[in-house]
């Protein structure tokens, strides 16, 4: 069956950096396309970044751009979102989604709090 195992959340000041990782496996990981989408308290979840089945192609939210780097390892079935410079409104799940034609999985989510 489908699983995910997402790690890397957490409690960081603003300004700091975190790497989140997703590890799949179910499926044929190394044909779908990845994203990171977010949610936060009461607003609706957003696509953070998304990458290509090859890896050669990624796109950003504007909220992110500059800041994050979706990258992916095939061999390992993991797909990782490097964030830096950390803000508050950055607080929310990360969930990693994996997309092919009309199929969908999600990822479990990892909790990322940023405060002071």
């Known amino acids: 069956q489908v699983q995910f195992v997402e790690s890397g959340g957490g409690l960081v000041q603003p300004g700091g950096s975190l790497r989140l990782s997703c590890a799949a496996s179910?499926?044929?990981?190394?044909?779908?396309?990845m994203s990171w989408y977010r949610q936060a308290p009461g607003k609706e979840r957003e696509r953070v970044a998304t990458?290509?089945?090859?890896?050669?192609?990624?796109t950003y939210a504007d909220s992110v751009k500059g800041r994050s780097t979706i990258s992916r390892d095939n061999a390992k079935n993991t797909v990782y979102l490097q964030m830096n410079s950390l803000k508050p409104e950055d607080t929310a799940v990360y969930y990693c989604?994996?997309?092919?034609?009309?199929?969908?999985?999600w990822g479990q989510g990892t909790q990322v709090t940023v405060s002071s």
């Open positions: 989604k994996a997309i092919w034609r009309t199929a969908f999985y």
């Open positions: 179910g499926f044929t990981f190394s044909t779908y396309v």
């Open positions: 990458i290509t089945s090859d890896g050669h192609t990624t």
